[in-house]
Protein backbone atom coordinates (compact mmCIF):
# COMPACT_ATOMS: atom_id res chain seq x y z
CA UNK A 1 0.00 0.00 0.00
CA UNK A 2 1.21 3.33 -0.92
CA UNK A 3 0.09 6.60 0.36
CA UNK A 4 0.41 9.08 -2.18
CA UNK A 5 -0.67 13.10 -3.41
CA UNK A 6 -4.18 11.95 -5.67
CA UNK A 7 -3.68 13.15 -8.96
CA UNK A 8 -6.29 13.70 -11.79
CA UNK A 9 -6.54 10.66 -12.91
CA UNK A 10 -7.74 9.22 -9.30
CA UNK A 11 -9.98 11.76 -9.22
CA UNK A 12 -13.56 8.83 -10.37
CA UNK A 13 -11.90 6.51 -7.56
CA UNK A 14 -11.98 8.94 -5.09
CA UNK A 15 -15.85 10.25 -5.94
CA UNK A 16 -16.74 6.50 -5.85
CA UNK A 17 -15.51 6.45 -2.39
CA UNK A 18 -17.12 9.18 -0.66
CA UNK A 19 -20.67 8.20 -2.33
CA UNK A 20 -19.76 4.52 -0.93
CA UNK A 21 -21.09 5.08 2.36
CA UNK A 22 -24.10 5.57 4.60
CA UNK A 23 -24.13 9.06 4.64
CA UNK A 24 -22.16 9.70 1.70
CA UNK A 25 -24.91 8.44 -0.32
CA UNK A 26 -27.11 11.17 0.16
CA UNK A 27 -23.95 14.41 0.23
CA UNK A 28 -22.20 13.11 -2.81
CA UNK A 29 -23.30 12.22 -6.77
CA UNK A 30 -20.73 9.15 -7.21
CA UNK A 31 -19.86 10.52 -10.49
CA UNK A 32 -17.62 13.46 -11.31
CA UNK A 33 -19.01 16.73 -12.90
CA UNK A 34 -17.87 20.01 -13.00
CA UNK A 35 -17.85 20.69 -9.41
CA UNK A 36 -15.72 18.19 -8.20
CA UNK A 37 -13.47 19.54 -11.39
CA UNK A 38 -13.39 22.93 -9.88
CA UNK A 39 -12.54 21.43 -6.02
CA UNK A 40 -10.25 18.52 -6.92
CA UNK A 41 -8.26 21.71 -8.81
CA UNK A 42 -8.62 24.29 -5.49
CA UNK A 43 -7.14 21.78 -3.45
CA UNK A 44 -4.47 20.52 -6.12
CA UNK A 45 -3.20 24.12 -6.29
CA UNK A 46 -3.49 25.15 -2.27
CA UNK A 47 -0.02 24.59 -0.61
CA UNK A 48 -1.87 23.94 2.63
CA UNK A 49 -4.28 20.89 1.48
CA UNK A 50 -3.39 17.69 0.07
CA UNK A 51 -5.84 14.81 -1.16
CA UNK A 52 -4.11 11.57 -0.05
CA UNK A 53 -5.34 8.62 -1.63
CA UNK A 54 -4.25 4.17 -0.67
CA UNK A 55 -2.85 2.84 -3.85
CA UNK A 56 -2.91 -0.65 -3.71
CA UNK A 57 -1.75 -1.75 -7.06
CA UNK A 58 -2.89 0.79 -8.95
CA UNK A 59 -5.70 0.93 -7.51
CA UNK A 60 -7.60 3.42 -4.92
CA UNK A 61 -8.60 2.13 -1.91
CA UNK A 62 -8.93 4.93 0.38
CA UNK A 63 -8.77 8.66 0.65
CA UNK A 64 -8.37 11.82 2.36
CA UNK A 65 -7.84 15.59 2.72
CA UNK A 66 -5.59 17.09 4.71
CA UNK A 67 -5.39 21.25 5.51
CA UNK A 68 -2.51 22.98 7.17
CA UNK A 69 -3.74 25.28 9.26
CA UNK A 70 -1.79 28.31 10.88
CA UNK A 71 -2.56 29.56 14.03
CA UNK A 72 -1.82 31.87 17.10
CA UNK A 73 -2.67 29.50 19.94
CA UNK A 74 -0.36 27.05 21.00
CA UNK A 75 2.66 29.04 20.26
CA UNK A 76 1.94 29.55 16.56
CA UNK A 77 1.31 26.10 15.97
CA UNK A 78 0.44 24.34 12.77
CA UNK A 79 -2.59 21.81 12.81
CA UNK A 80 -3.33 19.16 10.43
CA UNK A 81 -7.44 19.41 9.72
CA UNK A 82 -8.22 15.36 8.66
CA UNK A 83 -11.58 15.49 6.16
CA UNK A 84 -13.22 13.01 4.20
CA UNK A 85 -11.58 9.42 5.14
CA UNK A 86 -12.41 6.74 3.10
CA UNK A 87 -11.95 3.39 2.65
CA UNK A 88 -13.55 1.21 -0.26
CA UNK A 89 -16.04 -0.67 1.62
CA UNK A 90 -14.38 -4.31 0.35
CA UNK A 91 -11.14 -3.19 2.19
CA UNK A 92 -13.08 -1.85 5.41
CA UNK A 93 -11.69 -4.42 8.30
CA UNK A 94 -8.42 -4.91 6.35
CA UNK A 95 -6.17 -2.05 8.30
CA UNK A 96 -6.06 0.40 5.49
CA UNK A 97 -7.81 2.54 8.11
CA UNK A 98 -5.30 2.27 10.47
CA UNK A 99 -2.29 2.30 8.35
CA UNK A 100 -3.63 5.52 6.46
CA UNK A 101 -3.75 7.27 9.63
CA UNK A 102 -0.70 6.24 10.69
CA UNK A 103 0.93 7.71 7.88
CA UNK A 104 -1.10 11.14 8.62
CA UNK A 105 0.14 11.33 11.72
CA UNK A 106 3.58 10.78 10.23
CA UNK A 107 3.14 13.14 7.70
CA UNK A 108 1.68 15.72 10.24
CA UNK A 109 5.03 15.45 12.38
CA UNK A 110 7.18 15.43 9.76
CA UNK A 111 5.89 19.35 8.75
CA UNK A 112 5.57 20.50 12.47
CA UNK A 113 2.03 20.35 13.29
CA UNK A 114 1.30 20.67 16.95
CA UNK A 115 -2.16 18.52 16.29
CA UNK A 116 -3.85 16.14 14.18
CA UNK A 117 -7.44 17.17 14.41
CA UNK A 118 -10.82 15.44 12.79
CA UNK A 119 -14.53 15.57 13.27
CA UNK A 120 -16.60 12.38 12.80
CA UNK A 121 -20.44 12.21 12.51
CA UNK A 122 -22.42 11.44 16.03
CA UNK A 123 -23.99 8.32 14.43
CA UNK A 124 -20.75 6.59 13.25
CA UNK A 125 -20.25 4.35 16.41
CA UNK A 126 -17.57 2.25 14.46
CA UNK A 127 -15.48 5.47 13.56
CA UNK A 128 -15.66 6.81 16.62
CA UNK A 129 -14.12 3.25 18.74
CA UNK A 130 -11.64 3.49 15.79
CA UNK A 131 -10.26 6.86 16.43
CA UNK A 132 -10.06 6.68 19.97
CA UNK A 133 -7.84 3.22 19.24
CA UNK A 134 -5.36 5.13 17.80
CA UNK A 135 -4.76 7.73 20.82
CA UNK A 136 -8.00 10.86 19.50
CA UNK A 137 -9.44 12.34 22.39
CA UNK A 138 -13.07 13.61 22.01
CA UNK A 139 -12.46 16.55 23.91
CA UNK A 140 -14.20 19.29 22.03
CA UNK A 141 -17.91 19.25 21.04
CA UNK A 142 -17.97 20.23 17.11
CA UNK A 143 -20.24 22.14 15.21
CA UNK A 144 -21.60 23.06 12.00
CA UNK A 145 -24.15 25.14 10.22
CA UNK A 146 -24.72 23.67 6.38
CA UNK A 147 -25.57 26.26 4.24
Not at 63 to 70: R, S, V
Not at 90 to 98: F, K, L, W, Y
Request: aromatic residues 6%; neutral net charge.
Amino acid sequence: MQFRTATRADLDAIVALLADDVLGKARDAGTVDGRYERAFAAIDADPRNELIVGDEGGEVVACLQLTFIPGLGRHGAERCQVEAVRVRSDRRGDGVGGRLMAWVIDRARERGCAMVQLTTDKSRADAHRFYQRLGFVASHEGMKLAL
